[in-house]
């Protein structure tokens, strides 16, 4: 974990599917010195639901109150699908290093969605490491795409 990482204020979600995940990534997080704001669960029960975890997470990073938001459910799939709801938010299941990365670089990726019974920990934690020192590019032609997504947004909640 570099020293720019380490201020990074980075939000972490899950339900009982990712709970063991997010505690062990959360710790791992916290060791390295980042700052980490738990949106739950705080603890493992069996019939919670993402959305409950992931959406305030999801609205945490889509207003900057964190800088990067890590979801994880059993599969990543619903918490990427709940997070996606929240305009702002830009979430996608990650399972390999060059999508980690290249995500924030060209997408913007903000929130980076695990499965907990998909990956182990120490590929989670090459992959948050990749997602998390990422930046995004900047190129007009990545602007522009990112754009036509704001837009989107925009219509959706005027509609
Ligand atoms: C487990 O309940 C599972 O459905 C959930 O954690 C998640 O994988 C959903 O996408």
């Given at each position: 974990m570099t020293a720019v990482q380490s201020l990074m204020r980075i939000g972490v979600a899950a339900d009982h599917g990712g709970y063991d995940l997010k505690e062990q990534l959360a710790g791992m997080l916290r060791d390295g010195g980042c700052a980490v704001v738990d949106f739950g669960a705080w603890q493992l029960v069996?019939?919670?639901?993402y959305p409950d975890f992931v959406v305030p997470l999801a609205r945490a990073v889509a207003r900057r109150k964190v800088d990067r938001g890590l979801a994880i459910c059993g599969s990543g799939v619903g918490a990427c699908v709940a997070a996606n709801k929240v305009p702002g938010a830009r979430a996608c299941l990650i399972h390999d290093i060059f999508s980690a990365r290249q995500g924030v670089e060209d997408?913007?990726?903000?929130v980076m969605c695990l499965g907990g019974r998909v990956v182990g920990q120490a590929l989670a934690w090459k992959l948050l490491e990749a997602f998390l020192a990422a930046r995004f590019n900047g190129a007009a032609r990545y602007r522009r795409r990112l754009g036509k997504i704001s837009e989107l947004e925009r219509q959706q909640v005027s509609s």
């Open positions: 069996e019939d919670d639901d997408d913007d990726l903000n």
